[in-house]
């Protein structure tokens, strides 16, 4: 952890007592001077201090802004969001993440944004967001996986933010094939993940996760009312997003690595449990036409199987899924 | 490789009979019928050697079909099969000295960033080792595929939008 980190965990293990300008200078090694104007730095983040002669510093206030030390502190995981990128207006923390891989950045790395200007969806769809109300965040990783099994990796990932919209928002959550995730019906979470491989050898593989936390109706675009929605709507109260990143980071890597070590059968498990595709009559739209069937379930690589009326099984990799009853 | 008639009439026969299952492989196509026992269930996995260009039977038909599993009908706009002494192919090329790009695994290809826009690459674009020549999707992973050769695109082999094969040739390059 570094300097502002560490001051920041010092005054939330403080619980709100004062910690003398002394005692952190001691501490952290550094002049009360330096201590003065990381305090300063924060305070311009929305963080409130009090300052009292010869008592120092209390933490009266922090905001919920996804800056690397909010998030680094409390963080219990050991790879995923080690390295933390902030921005509070990108264009896309997926393009950023990519530039980063490109520059040799480590797995784990974490790019996130209050605001994404040009938000991917599928196809050149824009994922709409407005500033300081949801979690825009990409993920590098670095596997070392066969390129074929990668697709697994979207839907592990859908898995772990229905586990943590579970546990950490008592919210039940269910999967749309692939990995879209929905609330009463109506999305509340997009994933889109990006690979950058050689042949034999994997770069990058880039995981985009765009969560509605704190979006009001009327801040839904027109095109999107009634299918989308945030948790806010939801619970009927807005939700701080920091603690929830770290629980789908921490989430997501132990997810992560019981893929690695056990391969995709116990992550499909967990899949087919927050379902919500499988065993109905579902639509099928891809560009090349639309089919219907019934979904059966997913294959051993998670591919969806589509029964026709004929009787024949239909493999679909990658399409528009539209539920019917 | 084989013609759609002829998978049709392999079905049909197997279909009659009382064998389960059959498998039989030419010019590095593979072709596996099953039949589900006693379920009405029956399908197609059409596979592919790595050299094959498959039918990419999985692709969502426009329409039900109404002999049960056959490929799509995309497999007679299939490109010009890798081997030469295939017997048939609908406009062969002369692949002699031409490298090909395949696919890495199988799902959706685009050739495009996004429907509308300009494609990656075109015939007679160069291209270098990475410029990036498609998108191939599964399960929104989305692989931009780089061209890992320098040359020119001499022909696109696949349909925006096609599905893809493990391995199947997706461009066809003249290297420099």
Partial sequence: MNIRENLLQMFKQAGGEFISGEEISRRLGVSRTAIWKHIEEFREEGYVFEAVRRSGYRLVFAPDVMIAEEIKVGLSTRVLGQKIYYYPSIDSTQNKCQELAKEGAPEGTLVVADQQTEGKGRLGRVWHSPPGANISMSLLLRPALELQKCPQLTLLTAVAVVETLHEFCGISAQIKWPNDILINGKKVCGILTELNAESDRIHSLIVGIGLNV???????????????????????????????????????????????????????????????????????????????????????????????????????????????? | MFKIHEIREIIKLVDQSSITEFKVEEDGMKVVIKKGGSASVSYVAVESAPQAVPAPQEVPAPAPQAVPPVPAPKTEEAPAPASQTAPVAAEPVDDTGLHKITSPMVGTFYKAPEPGASPYVQVGDKVKNDTIVCIVEAMKLFNEIEAEVTGEIVKVLVEDGQLVEYGQPLFLVKPE
């Fill in chain 1, 214 to 325: 704190n979006t009001l109706p009327e801040h839904f675009p027109e095109d999107v009312h009634g299918i989308a929605t945030s948790l806010r709507i939801e619970k009927g109260e807005p939700l701080r997003r920091v603690p929830l990143l770290q629980q789908i980071l921490t989430r997501l890597e132990e997810l992560y690595d019981l893929y690695l070590a056990k391969g995709f059968a116990p992550v499909k498990k967990r899949w087919e449990t927050y379902a919500v595709t499988i065993g109905k009559k579902v639509t099928i739209r891809t560009l090349q036409g639309s089919l219907s069937g019934y979904a059966e379930g997913i294959d051993e690589s998670g591919v969806l199987l589509v029964r026709r009326e004929d009787g024949s099984v239909t493999k679909v990799y990658s399409a528009d899924v539209e539920i019917h009853g």
